[in-house]
């Protein structure tokens, strides 16, 4: 039993995923909020015995065959190539999952939408991927890399959204030295919408995505306020009511800009088998 790894102090603890080293006899597991777990600290700094019942519903009862989502708005080239994008279906089983990760999922599918609308498509593909089994253990993504590890290069940049719905605030990518001029337009476009570039620092593209980078995808990754994000995340606590409609159109703008210029930039960003092995955010 631990302590709630939230921010808040509601009797809402924080559930999550536990995993045993291979070999290991799993045991129950259960996380406590964090008013009641400084009230077991009182009780247990008398020095008296102290009694806690568990009534637990944990553990896992067999596996069953998931599917990640996938739309796809097509671009004016031929090349096959594409921008991903998207969030994941699943939520932790207490809450509604609006931040963990509905929004996600409706900020990349209202991205592609606007762009969608133009008078022009982009010359490369915008791909959303609604990703299954991510709380569990990045099963959609990690399926979606190992499926299209041999053709990686046609993903040519891949940023997810996974952090709710607060305001984007920096602009991190992985990408290949020659790439980084089309990061710093990318930049550019966002800097009027609040968002910083941090130059120096990683982007593995996002949770799931995270496996697709591992076997060769470039990653941009798009860093949301999160300073809220852990009073509600995998608690039943995660409602829409904690989605900022306004925070919610920056994080649709700011896709749609980066998305849209990455779609449409001259040469590659540097996608390959293995090309990103080395990178520490793997």
Request: charged share 25%.
């Amino acid at each position: 039993m631990l302590r709630s790894v939230g921010s808040d102090h509601n009797r809402t603890p924080h559930t999550g995923v536990t995993r045993f080293a291979e070999g290991v006899a799993p045991i129950p597991a259960a996380a406590l909020s964090n008013p009641d777990a400084d009230l077991l600290d009182r009780l247990l700094g008398r020095g008296q015995p102290v009694s806690l019942r568990l009534d637990l519903d944990c553990g896992t009862e067999g596996e069953y065959t998931g599917a990640n989502v996938i739309g796809e708005i097509r671009g004016r080239g031929d090349g096959g190539e594409y921008v991903l994008t998207g969030g994941h279906l699943d939520s932790w089983d207490l809450g509604t999952g609006a931040i963990d990760d509905a929004s996600g999922i409706a900020i990349t599918t209202a991205a592609a939408r606007l762009i969608a609308q133009l008078p022009q498509r982009p010359r490369r593909a915008i791909r959303v991927v609604a990703f299954a089994n991510e709380e569990a253990g990045l099963f959609g993504g990690e399926a979606y890399a190992q499926r299209h590890r041999d053709e990686i290069a046609k993903a040519v940049l891949g940023a997810e959204s996974d952090a709710g719905a607060d305001r984007i605030v920096k602009l991190t990518a992985t990408v290949k030295p020659e790439a980084r001029a089309a990061i710093d337009r990318i930049a550019a476009a966002l800097a009027p919408l609040g968002v910083t570039y941090d130059a120096a620092a990683p982007g593995s593209g996002g949770s799931d995505l995270s496996a697709v980078h591992a076997v060769g995808m470039a990653g941009l990754s798009l860093h949301q306020d999160t300073s809220r994000y852990f009073e509600w995340h995998h608690t039943a606590n995660d409602t829409l009511d904690k989605v900022d409609p306004d925070q919610l159109r920056q994080n649709v703008a700011v896709y749609a800009v980066a998305l849209y210029l990455a779609a449409e930039a001259e040469g590659d960003f540097g996608s390959a088998p293995g090309a990103f092995a080395k990178d520490e955010k793997n």
